[in-house]
């Protein structure tokens, strides 16, 4: 189990258990060249590895919608992936909110459209360094756009067969309990979810880290989708909180049943 959170708190996430840290990919991106060879070279040093990136489209950069741009996407997924790759990424995750726009019209293939696109790119530019690509669903809280999980799978699916075997799914749980999901679509698509991020709903804080009360729903969410094929790693992906006692608890009550979920 791994933490998304700023390489400022790796000495925190290494000392709360966590086995990895996934990091900003636009964070990554925006680095100029001098500040990401100092990173580069902190990074053989690192008691656990990065192994993914979280929030990897810097806003900018659209994934569809007015502004795309598929020569400045392409420009960008270059950067993005040989940087990740030089500090041992395995995953990079497209969630990036901000990052979505639409055009209006309520025109089905046209939306579509340049998100496949933008996912062949840097599909493409991951594949050169042996990396995946994982489409998150969103929530209708954080973009109008690519948030039901059958309509994601559908696109993601019918890239896979057309060549691009690098491109998976992400769940996060945060969104699960936000956007009426069936659990059965989720379930159906179970060996093609390539990472999870787990964060739970607040009213307040918006995204929370997960408490003792939540651990039961947690394994059974877990359990099930085990038993339907997913075979991947997970990682919190929280904004603000307690991120060393949300490792020990989920380090404790969770990684211990992990391989009998």
């Known amino acids: 189990i791994g933490c998304c959170t700023e390489i400022q708190q790796l000495e925190q996430v290494c000392k709360a258990g966590y086995d990895f840290i996934n990091l900003s990919g636009a964070w990554l991106a925006s680095l100029g060249e001098q500040e990401f060879q100092q990173i580069l070279g902190q990074s053989s040093a690192w008691p656990i590895p990065c192994r993914g990136l979280n929030s990897a489209i810097a806003p900018q950069v659209k994934i569809c919608g007015p502004g795309f741009d598929p020569a400045q996407a392409a420009v960008y997924a270059e950067r993005l992936c040989r940087r990740a790759s030089a500090i041992g990424v395995e995953i990079i995750g497209v969630g990036s909110p ?79 309990a936000l956007q009426p999901y069936h659990m059965e679509e989720v379930l159906e698509s179970a060996p093609w979810i390539k990472h999870i991020h787990i964060a739970c709903p607040d009213e307040e804080k918006g995204r929370r880290y997960p408490q003792i009360e939540d651990l039961p729903q947690l394994r059974r969410i877990l359990g099930q989708l085990r038993g339907a094929g997913w075979d991947s790693d997970l990682s919190t992906e929280v904004f603000a909180g307690d991120l060393f006692q949300a490792g020990q608890l989920l380090v404790e009550g969770l990684c211990p049943n992990f391989n009998s979920l």
């Open 98 to 176: 901000k990052a979505r726009g639409i055009y209006g019209n309520a025109d089905f293939e046209r939306e579509w459209e340049d998100p496949r696109r933008f996912l062949c790119i840097l599909s493409d530019a991951a594949a050169e360094y042996g990396m995946q690509i994982c489409w998150e669903p969103l929530n209708a809280l954080e973009t109008p756009f690519g948030i039901h999980w059958r309509e994601s799978w559908t696109q993601v699916r019918m890239l896979r067969e057309a060549g691009y075997s690098n491109l998976w799914m992400l769940l996060d749980l945060y969104h699960l």
